[in-house]
């Protein structure tokens, strides 16, 4: 059971330049979501999507971009790589929204590391 | 500001039972949720609580009082692998979820 991947799972990347993290899910989950996990911080939400074709803002979304083409995957760019941006990033799905919303599935994290 | 507050760190030993607290202060409050992750991987999903009182399964419990803010995650038979890290999350308003910075929980034998 694959559930949600993550690529890749580690990558070191000098600042300035461009990143995609991707992730793919196969639960066929409408809701899916990219968070950042720093030490002595909660997971902090950067973008989210409800349904396939829609994307929202989260907590800390500067400097990254979203799209959904399609209900599986939800890649995540970078598009000019900043120190601040080194931290692992976990993509997540659900089946269900709003106050509904139940578990969440996470991928098994991106290290990232921008020099 | 919303806030959720754990305990950084605990330790407890192998067989007995250790409670983690979790405080929040939140716009408004749609559901607690408790996690738990082993380092190096993903979170994994624990428990769910919107109404108060107690939620048992298994080994875990998970209790919420909405009146007080305040939720814990009782853990039962301590085994090794329950060394981990352990979230807590509350739903607000928006049907965003806040989480806590989470509790590493470390079990000697």
């Known amino acids: 059971t694959a559930g949600i991947t993550q690529a890749p799972t580690s990558q070191i990347l000098a600042a300035g330049r461009s990143m995609t993290l991707r992730c793919t899910q196969d639960m066929r989950h409408n809701a899916m979501y990219w968070y950042r996990q720093d030490l002595g911080l909660g997971l902090r939400l950067i973008h989210y999507?409800?349904?396939?074709?829609?994307?929202g803002k989260g907590e800390v979304p500067d400097g990254y971009s979203v799209s959904r083409a399609n209900t599986d995957d939800f890649p995540l760019t970078l598009a000019s790589a900043v120190p601040s941006q080194t931290s692992v990033y976990f993509c997540?799905?659900?089946?269900?929204?709003?106050?509904?919303?139940?578990?969440?599935?996470f991928g098994e994290g991106s290290r990232l590391t921008v020099l | 500001g919303q806030n959720i507050d754990q305990p950084t760190e605990m330790t407890a030993t192998e067989g007995a039972i250790v409670q983690i607290n979790c405080t929040y202060q939140?716009?408004?409050?749609?559901?607690l949720f408790w996690y738990q992750q082993h380092a190096g991987e993903a979170p994994t999903f624990l428990s769910y609580?919107?109404l108060d009182g107690l939620e048992e399964k298994g080994r875990f419990s998970s209790f919420l009082s909405r009146s007080k803010g305040y939720s814990y995650l009782l853990l039962k038979e301590l085994q090794m692998k329950d060394s981990a890290s352990y979230l807590c999350?509350?739903?607000?308003?928006?049907?965003?979820?806040?989480w806590g910075a989470g509790t590493k929980l470390i079990i000697k034998p």
């Open positions: 999350a509350v739903m607000d308003s928006n049907y965003q979820l806040i």
């Open positions: 997540a799905s659900s089946d269900r929204t709003g106050k509904d919303t139940g578990e969440l599935f």
């Open positions: 939140t716009s408004g409050f749609n559901g």
């Open positions: 609580n919107v």
């Open positions: 999507s409800n349904t396939a074709g829609t994307t």
